[in-house]
Structure formats: C-alpha cells, structure tokens
C-alpha cells in the first residue's frame, strides 16, 4: 500500500534551517509528481511545491520562493525540503503528498505530517 | 493566483441535517474543483474530485456540483463522523489553491 513518511522536523531559531524529508513507498516513487503542503496551527491548508518525476519541472509558492527548494532521489524514493530562513510564520505541520498524476494537482495519497516550530 | 472562498465559515448543525458548503473561485476553474475532509489531528483525506466524482469508499450521502465559478458539497443526512472541516482546492492551475474551510460542527 501506498505510505508517505516524514521526517526532519524540530525546533529552529528565526533564520535556521532544517530538511524535511518524505520515505515514499508501495508505489512507482520516480513515476509521479510529488508535493508539499503545511498547515499552520489552527489554520487551513497551504501548498508550497512540486517537482516532477524526472526533477525537470519545480514550481514555489510565493511564500516560499527562494527561501526553500524541493529535491528527490528517486533511487532512494525519497522527497526532501531543505528550508531556509525561517521565519515564525513557517510554523506548521509540513505534509508531503502524491499528485494523482502528471499536472493533476489532486492528492489522495498524504503523510502524516512532521511538525516544524520556528521560535527563539 | 486564483483564489477560492468558501461559505460560511462554520457550521451547525444535527445528526440528519442535510448541510451544503458552497465554494467560489475568483475565475473559472471549469471542474478542477476538488473537497477534502480533516478532522482533529488527522491528515486531508479526498472526498471529491472533477466536482462531482466521489472518491471509492465514500459514503454516498457526500456529494458535489458546480462548474465554473460556483460549486458545493452537499451532506445529505449528517451522520456523527461527519463533523470535521472541510476545504475546497481548485486544481484548474498552479499554485493550486485551498479555501479557507469550513467548519462543521455538532449543533
């Protein structure tokens, strides 16, 4: 069966760093269109990235852009997340997710999420 | 970006209440309209896709309309397990975008 597992979340100071990374397995991991989605505490849902199978096609949220980048290693099927300057309104639970196909932005498939706390 | 606005915010209702959640985008998203369910502490699970496909496993009682601009999820008689939040996604273009949700809860 399908099973998305994150990791890497913690504790960073305003300005720190973490990546978060994704265990894919029970599928084609290098098959599919990967993404990240948060959810800051007590609020809705927010998407922030994708990459394609093949690592050609990445796409940011503006709240992201520049400050985080996506990457895989399909060999390892894995999905990573390093964020930079962090801020406290990156305070959230960080999912990664599996897109239902090529430009199909739908995800059935989830993580349970690792939670990333951004405080002095 | 496209933005999308649900309505209303919260909900309450009862056990065997038909209850309907209306989701607006900012421009025409045709069916790229997608409902998903969270409940406390748990993870998004899909509902609905394309508007109106419901996903295997989902009870019959959930279900979705609307093309365009307008669109609702309609829960024909509330059942306990149905209380939770629910969020709209349009997934028409990138970024895909969520509402804000909306929260059902028990009257």
């Known amino acids: 069966q399908v099973q998305l597992v994150e990791s890497g979340g913690g504790l960073v100071k305003p300005g720190g760093s973490l990546r978060l990374s994704c265990a894919a397995s029970g599928f084609s991991f290098s098959d599919y269109y990967m993404t990240w989605i948060r959810q800051a505490p007590g609020k809705g849902l927010e998407w922030l990235s994708y990459?394609?199978?093949?690592?050609?096609?990445?796409y940011y949220a503006d709240s992201v852009k520049g400050r985080f980048t996506i990457s895989r290693d399909n060999a390892r099927n894995s999905l990573y997340l390093q964020t930079n300057s962090l801020r406290a309104e990156d305070t959230a639970i960080y999912y990664c997710?599996?897109?239902?196909?090529?430009?199909?932005?739908?995800?059935?498939?989830w993580g349970q999420g690792t939670l990333v706390t951004v405080s002095s | 970006d496209i933005q999308m606005t649900q309505s209303p915010s919260s909900l309450s209702a009862s056990v065997g209440d038909r209850v309907t959640i209306t989701c607006r985008a900012s421009q025409t998203i045709n069916s790229f309209l997608n409902w998903y369910q969270q409940k406390p502490g748990k993870v998004p699970k899909l509902l609905i896709s394309a508007a109106s496909s419901l996903q295997s496993g989902v009870p019959s009682r959930f279900s979705g309309s609307g093309s365009g601009t307008d669109f609702t999820l309609t829960i024909s008689s509330l059942q306990p397990e149905d209380f939770a939040t629910y969020y709209c996604?349009?997934?028409?273009?990138?970024?895909?975008?969520f509402g804000q949700g909306t929260r059902l809860e028990i009257k």
């Open positions: 996604q349009q997934s028409y273009s990138t970024p895909p975008t």
């Open positions: 997710a599996r897109d239902e196909g090529p430009g199909i932005q739908v995800w059935v498939f």
């Open positions: 990459i394609s199978p093949s690592s050609t096609n990445i």
